[in-house]
């Protein structure tokens, strides 16, 4: 099957590369691949893009350049914030406590729990409600005056329910207090607003292949006098808070699809909030025995989930691929291994229930006559599976 053909709704796993992100890096491969650190002009060259790169990067986002560091990703950037933090405040305080939601991806989760089972931390993990939305009166009450936390990290928009957290809120409360807060961004980033003064946080993760730009870097945005730990260590780069010869072409890719994606957002949101609410409306209508997961209203515009009663995910993921429609049951990583999702354990699903989780994320490609062809095909392959094999846990 050609992949264009493919109806792909799974952009919130990753997306394809743009155009104009491919054009922007192929110099920097052959032709400009000096080492940015290297005196010589070839070097020279790539450092100027460098730091054009950052320069784009933290004026999209309300930050000077200085509290851009590139990194290696989604999960490297988490990591580096919950550990980088946790490990200076504590160096400098003794604060020891980690707070953070069951519902974060693992890129944080097991970065907090490493941080529990070897680091001697203790970690509160904050409920949600069923829609998967943070308990605010727990999370004040846990907060407390501040003086025993290393450091809150709560994610702006869930991958596997799109929920979106009150993240300004908190960061005005963790500000007061002093104590140091860090949002995952990775789902939200050309989506929601990345203004990280709006936003009142201390660290910001994102990750530039989910929003059309290449795998493998990201950056984390670090606001200037918050101490932090680096976690890789060796050269002097990105201002000693991340070693390592940096990617030129990949960060000169993410800067030019963060430009874009923030230039067209807006716009773009309008149309995917109209294909989203299509696909909700359609498939509640359309099959029995579904119901939505995450809220209604503070969620991704792009991001549709849901849970199929009597379905399992493996099943009907199949049935979609044959269908040629690309879609997921929520996280990347739960194809083989049928274990219900922390997330939607945290919001009180059952793990039966969960068995039948399915996400369709929306992006640039789809259009409304695929989306009315996913309302068409889904129906017929949940009464297929359903008519046919009994669920087992
Ligand atoms: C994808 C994702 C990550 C991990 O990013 P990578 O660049 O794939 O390492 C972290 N957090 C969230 C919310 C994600 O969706």
């Known amino acids: 099957m050609q992949t264009k053909s493919v109806i792909y709704m799974d952009h919130s796993a990753t997306t394809p590369v743009r155009e104009e992100a491919l054009a922007a890096m192929h110099p920097y491969f052959a032709d400009f691949y000096g080492n940015p650190s290297s005196i010589h002009a070839v070097g020279r060259r790539a450092g100027a893009a460098l730091s054009q790169a950052r320069r784009t990067v933290a004026d999209l986002i309300g930050a000077a350049p200085r509290e851009i560091v590139f990194t290696g990703g989604g999960t490297e950037s988490d990591n580096a914030a919950v ?201 509640l209508e359309s099959i029995e025995g579904v119901r939505l997961t995450g809220p209604r209203e503070q969620r991704l515009p792009n991001h549709a989930s849901f849970l199929i009663e009597g379905v399992e995910a493996e099943g009907m993921l199949i049935g979609l691929d044959l269908a040629g429609v690309a879609a997921s049951s929520g996280s990347a990583c739960s194809s083989g291994a049928q274990r219900p999702s922390h997330v939607l354990e945290a919001m009180g699903v059952s793990p039966r229930e969960a068995l039948g989780a399915l996400r369709l994320s929306l992006g640039r490609s789809n259009t409304p006559e695929e989306v009315a062809y996913v309302l068409k095909t889904l129906p017929r392959i949940t009464a297929q599976i359903r008519g046919s094999a009994p669920v087992r846990l």
């Open 83 to 283: 550990r980088g933090l946790a490990l200076a405040r504590r160096a400098a305080t003794g604060a020891n406590r980690i707070l953070t939601l069951p519902i974060e991806h693992k890129a944080v989760l097991h970065t907090a729990q490493d941080l529990r089972d070897h680091f001697g931390f203790e970690l509160d993990l904050i409920p949600v409600d069923s829609e998967g939305l943070v308990e605010m009166d727990a999370l004040l009450t846990s907060l407390g005056d501040g003086s025993h936390v290393a450091v809150v990290s709560v994610m702006y928009a869930n991958n596997e329910v799109g929920s979106i957290q009150p993240i300004a809120e908190i960061g005005a409360r963790c500000r007061e207090l002093g104590v140091p807060f860090h949002t995952d961004a990775v789902q939200a980033a050309g989506k929601l607003s990345l203004d990280v003064k709006a936003l009142h946080v201390d660290a910001l993760s994102a990750s530039a292949h989910k929003f059309y730009g290449p795998k493998g870097v990201g950056f984390l945005y670090l606001r200037s006098g918050v101490p932090i730990q680096p976690t890789i260590t060796g050269g002097s780069q990105e201002d000693g808070r991340r070693a390592g010869t940096e990617n030129t072409p990949s960060i000169v890719g993410l800067a030019k699809t963060l430009a874009l994606v923030e230039e067209e957002r807006e716009a773009e949101n309008k149309r995917l909030r109209i294909l989203r609410d299509q696909l909700i409306g359609g498939l």
